[in-house]
C-alpha cells in the first residue's frame, strides 16, 4: 500500500470540483456523499502517475496507458489493513471490460491520511470476488446494496515507480 497526507491543498481543491456534480451521481451507493473523498483519489492518482488523464466519463474517471481507470474510495477512520474488504456495487458491472482497472484507495479525514490499496482488471476483480445482497453481513459489515467484494491482499499492489 502507498501512504500519503492528503494536503489541504487536496481537500480544497476537491471541495471546488465536488460543488460542480449539481445532481447525485448515479449508481453511487452514498448518494453522492462520498464524492470529495473519491476527488481527492483522482488528484493523488493523476499527480502521482505521470501521463494519466483524468475525464468525466460514465464509466471512468481516468486513462493511463490505454487502460480506462475506475478510482474507487473508501472512507474510514482506522487505516486499512489487508483482510479489509474492498467492494464494487453490482450496479458498476457495465464497466467490466478488457481496458477497466479498479484502483482502491481508502481516506481518514481524522489524520489527513491516505491509502492507495492496490488495483486489478475490471474482469478479475468480477472472477474472484464474492456476491453480497443487500443487508447480508460481510464479517461484521452490511452490505448497503448489492455488491461483489474482496480482500485488500488479493489486490494487485502498485508502486508509484512502476505504474499498472
Known amino acids: 500500500m502507498i501512504q500519503f497526507e492528503i494536503t489541504r491543498e487536496m481537500i480544497l481543491a476537491a471541495k471546488k470540483e465536488s460543488r460542480e456534480y449539481s445532481d447525485k451521481l448515479k449508481n453511487s451507493i452514498t448518494l ?23 475525464v468525466r466519463s460514465y464509466s471512468h474517471d481516468l486513462e493511463y496507458k490505454g487502460m480506462s481507470i475506475e478510482i474507487k474510495t473508501k472512507r474510514r477512520t482506522v487505516p486499512p489493513e489487508p483482510n479489509y474488504f ?19 484507495y481508502s481516506l481518514n479525514s481524522k489524520s489527513r491520511t491516505g491509502h492507495l490499496c492496490g488495483y486489478i482488471s475490471s474482469i478479475d476483480f468480477f472472477k474472484k470476488a464474492v456476491f453480497f445482497k443487500t ?3 460481510m464479517e461484521g459489515l452490511v452490505a448497503k446494496t448489492n455488491c461483489y467484494a474482496m480482500r485488500i491482499s488479493d489486490l494487485n499492489e502498485l508502486k508509484e515507480s512502476e505504474g499498472i
Open 32 to 54: 453522492g456523499a462520498g464524492t470529495t473523498a473519491g476527488i481527492i483519489s483522482e488528484i493523488h492518482f493523476s499527480s502521482h502517475f505521470i501521463g494519466s488523464k483524468r
Open 86 to 104: 474492498v467492494h464494487i456495487a453490482e450496479s458498476s458491472k457495465h464497466q467490466m471490460n478488457e481496458k477497466t482497472y479498479y484502483v482502491f
Open 135 to 137: 443487508g447480508e453481513d
